[in-house]
């Protein structure tokens, strides 16, 4: 099957939520329609709301990328919404079991002050544990932060200055957070946000170094314009990329080039063969 015409090839989703009850009829088939539209890669997101069950989307994102290996690729985490459910020992040595199964990294975890679902002290506390936990497993965190950024800053500064590596995702954050994020060595990923009318800040999109951006869909939410109001799905990381390439000035082709390359290395995801 041919790649739909005006879509770019060879770019890697590096947060998908396709464990989610959204794709639960069709997720086969939107697997295939981001394989012809040249993805090469999904990164299947484990955490989210738990319904009170905190790692639920850790486990079923694991059974997503068993079911597609070598494409589809999971990570496992507690959500700040889900943080006052969350069980430092339990839930940890269950994060442990299931990156030894084959989870490239830790979240989303981090901080959301806006909707403030969990008490914020029980949202530092989860986000610490999991931090430490990425330290001492060496993986890569995936972070939410939102309305939080002092704590984030802080927390996100402490880890790298350990070595914690990590990823800002749909972010649309201060310039001051990214910089100080980008300072300790972690990465920065854009959304369909960024092809919205009311988007008014390419100046970030620019400010990202080449070897630090990422393009993610974030679905089934925030799909981009032209698909804007629909059920969101990774085919359509295509035109965020051509955002993030039109702001950068830059070929899409090799946006999505960089993305792909930048995504392997943060995650440790194998060219497929």
């Not at 694991?62 to 959500?79: D, L, Q, R």
């Not at 700040?80 to 490239?104: C, K, M, Q, Y």
Request: charged residues 25%; hydrophobic residues 40%; negative net charge.
């Amino acid at each position: 099957m041919a790649a739909e015409a005006g879509y770019v090839k060879g770019f890697i989703d590096s947060h998908a939520h396709l464990a989610d009850e959204a794709f639960a009829g069709d997720r086969s088939e939107v697997i295939d329609r981001a394989r012809n539209s040249g993805a090469e890669a999904i990164v299947c997101i484990g955490s989210g709301s738990g319904a009170g069950d905190v790692l639920g989307a850790a486990r079923a994102s694991s059974i997503v990328a068993t079911e597609n290996p070598g494409y589809v690729w999971s990570t496992a985490g507690v959500h700040p919404h889900d943080a006052d459910g969350f069980d430092s020992r339990n839930d940890i040595a269950e994060l442990e079991t299931l990156i030894a199964r084959g989870a490239v990294a830790i979240g989303e975890c981090g901080l959301d002050y806006h909707y403030d679902n969990s008490p914020r002290q029980e949202q530092r506390r989860a986000f610490a544990a999991q931090l430490a936990l990425a330290r001492e497993l060496k993986r890569p965190v995936v972070v939410h932060t939102r309305d939080a950024e002092d704590d984030t800053r802080a927390m996100i500064t402490e880890a790298g200055s350990a070595g914690v590596i990590g990823v800002l995702h749909c972010y649309t954050g201060s310039h001051e957070l990214a910089q100080s994020a980008i300072e300790v060595g972690w990465y920065v990923s854009f959304a369909g946000i960024v092809t919205f009318r009311k988007w008014d800040d390419d100046a970030l999109l620019r400010l990202v170094p080449d070897d630090r951006i990422l393009a993610e869909s974030d679905s089934p939410y925030l799909a981009p314009v032209p698909n804007r109001g629909k059920r969101n799905e990774p085919a359509w990381v295509c035109h965020t990329i051509d955002k993030l390439a039109l702001a950068r000035g830059v070929d899409a082709d090799n946006m999505r080039a960089q993305v792909s390359r930048n995504a392997r290395r943060l995650f440790n995801i194998a060219q497929s063969k």
